[in-house]
């Protein structure tokens, strides 16, 4: 049975597809800010699939958006501004960091402590990104 790595990958090697020599000309003229619109877009549809508590469409729109993120990240790749792997590891380390309780030996704690602690670690990240 084929893994999530696999059609993970079979994704990313259709956008090095898309935006290589013999790809495709609408695919290989957009940038970070041609995107854009098509990310608003996007994340609009996923919020109606929510709202009509349509898993279908969810799922399609879910996938809309994952290939709009490799889409941009192969694009910031090429210009040298950051790589999917930037984004994979910078996601991955985030989440361990905002989740001591699962990850260290943080307090389990309630959801409402849970919560503040997020918010705190946080707070101290964009600190340091200021500083």
């Known amino acids: ?3 999530d790595t696999h059609h993970f990958s079979l994704l990313l090697h259709t956008v090095r597809s898309l ?10 003229k957009q940038s970070t800010l041609s995107l854009k619109k098509y990310f608003t877009e996007e994340f ?17 729109e879910l996938g809309d958006m994952l290939f709009l993120v490799i889409l ?3 694009i910031n790749q090429k ?4 790589t999917l792997q930037d984004i994979l590891r910078n996601i991955n380390e985030k989440m361990i960091r905002r989740h001591p309780h699962v990850f260290a030996d943080g307090e389990k704690g309630t959801e ?20």
Do not use: V, Y
């Not at 210009?79 to 950051?82: H, N, S, Y």
């Open 112 to 131: 409402e402590e849970l919560e503040k602690q997020w918010r705190a670690i946080k707070s101290q990240e964009k600190e340091k990104k200021t500083n």
């Open 44 to 60: 609009a549809e996923i919020i109606t699939a929510i709202d009509n508590n349509d898993p279908e469409n969810l799922c399609e």
């Open 79 to 82: 210009i040298g501004t950051f």
């Open 72 to 74: 941009m990240a192969e």
């Open 19 to 28: 935006l290589g020599p013999d790809g495709c000309p609408w695919d290989q």
């Open 1 to 3: 049975m084929p893994t």
